[in-house]
């Protein structure tokens, strides 16, 4: 489609002047059509509605309609008479401004959509229009697609604190948390006592620690000590005790989550409880409380191998039967979010084996490996 001709400043004055004329004998034509029937009262606010109809007086138009050659000309001058893309673009949001005030959002990201689409090379000027229409997208339930326009604004302003408290709600909306929470430390680090951030901070933690909680297998309808029992007898056919199954992870005042967790040893079918742990623990620091120098050899450890040095780490994905070996230097959090890992009960384990043990050969024969 070829794009449209802009006027001259000719024929843009003729018009203006056209324009002037019809508005004229517009008003004149009505003033005499009411002298014409002088037996009925004048009608002042009749009279002011018609004119408000008349495009040089309208406040908003429906686009969904078609315009009459006089509004289109009036657009027309509104946009042409503009000698800058930032000028043309802020006339557009302009617009969306007031279709978003006025609940229609559909038309603000319209409006909001051409002003992005000037590519002006005001960068905050494109930072509002990104947010904006992420606000009208937020509206409408399209919390993806408000969450991308916000991630398009921050590149255009970094800390453009709208764009950032808009993508905290909806990285809630779609469940994001670990999002919402980093969006909020960026937006602390500009404004460390903004009320609204503090209050979506509290919200967010309290929202992730539910969801991780509830993370189990789909569909499992098990009490947490029936799991905890399954999960121990999954490996060595002995049952839970009630400490472990009656265990709860926690948030603490900072923000960080602290989790109960049980350490497998299937080689001699023995384990390992600890109450709490700190989500950024390592896992070499959470086996040395149990098997490091300083504390006592397991008496079920009869080759003594259990050293620190000697062992491998796994955790099991029941659903696909298979075991993953994580780092031995990974913290607590960096396993838990290993999109493979399913908190069985509200319960935690790893497995732990000595690595190249002909035990530990025959045990990972059973199962698919990955080190991913």
């Given at each position: 489609m070829a794009?449209?001709?802009?006027?001259?400043?000719?024929?843009?004055?003729?018009?203006?002047?056209?324009?002037?004329?019809?508005?004229?004998d517009f008003i004149s034509e009505k003033i005499e059509s009411y002298k014409a029937t002088p037996r009925d009262p004048f009608d002042f606010s009749k009279m002011e509605k018609e004119i408000e109809n008349h495009p040089a007086f309208?406040?908003?138009?429906?686009?969904?309609?078609?315009?009459t050659p006089e509004l289109e000309a009036l657009i027309s001058l509104k946009y042409e008479e503009c000698d800058t893309l930032v000028e043309k673009a802020t006339n557009y949001k302009e617009d969306g401004n007031r279709n978003f005030k006025n609940s229609k959002y559909r038309w603000a990201i319209d409006n909001y959509t051409v002003a992005i689409e000037c590519k002006c090379s005001d960068l905050q000027l494109?930072?509002?229009?990104?947010?904006?229409?992420?606000?009208?997208?937020?509206?409408?339930?399209?919390?993806r697609s408000s969450f991308r326009d916000v991630v398009f604004a921050r590149k255009f302003v970094p800390d453009h604190m709208k764009a950032i408290i808009r993508g905290v709600h909806c990285a809630k909306k779609i469940r994001k948390y670990d999002i919402a929470l980093r969006w909020i430390d960026d937006g602390l680090l500009i404004d460390s006592t903004n009320e609204e951030l503090?209050?979506?901070?509290?919200?967010?933690?309290?929202?992730?620690?539910?969801?991780?909680?509830?993370?189990?297998?789909?569909?499992?309808?098990?009490?947490?000590?029936?799991?905890?029992?399954e999960e121990w007898e999954s490996l060595f056919g002995r049952t839970s005790n009630k400490e472990a199954a009656s265990a709860r992870v926690f948030l603490d005042d900072f923000g960080t989550l602290h989790w109960p967790i049980l350490l497998l040893y299937p080689e001699y079918g023995q384990t390992d409880f600890i109450t709490q742990a700190n989500e950024t623990t390592r896992l070499v620091d959470l086996l040395y409380q149990v098997l490091g120098p300083?504390?006592?050899?397991?008496?079920?450890?009869?080759?003594?191998?259990?050293?620190?040095?000697?062992?491998?780490?796994?955790?099991?994905?029941?659903?696909?039967?298979?075991?993953?070996?994580?780092?031995?230097?990974?913290?607590?959090?960096?396993?838990?979010?290993?999109?493979?890992?399913?908190?069985?009960?509200?319960?935690?384990?790893?497995?732990?084996?000595?690595?190249g043990s002909e035990f530990a050969k025959d045990f990972l024969k059973k199962y698919s490996i990955s080190t991913n």
């Open positions: 794009p449209k001709r802009k006027m001259t400043d000719e024929e843009r004055a003729v018009m203006v002047a056209q324009m002037d004329r019809d508005l004229e309208m406040q908003e138009w429906d686009p969904t309609k078609p315009m494109n930072a509002i229009c990104y947010t904006n229409r992420a606000a009208a997208q937020f509206r409408l339930g399209n919390y503090l209050k979506l901070r509290h919200e967010s933690e309290k929202l992730k620690l539910r969801n991780i909680k509830l993370k189990s297998v789909e569909g499992d309808d098990h009490d947490d000590e029936e799991m905890v029992g300083e504390t006592p050899e397991a008496d079920w450890d009869l080759e003594k191998l259990y050293k620190l040095e000697n062992l491998e780490i796994y955790f099991e994905n029941k659903l696909e039967e298979t075991l993953y070996q994580v780092d031995i230097n990974a913290s607590i959090q960096a396993v838990i979010s290993h999109p493979k890992y399913i908190v069985y009960g509200g319960l935690p384990s790893l497995i732990i084996l000595v690595k």
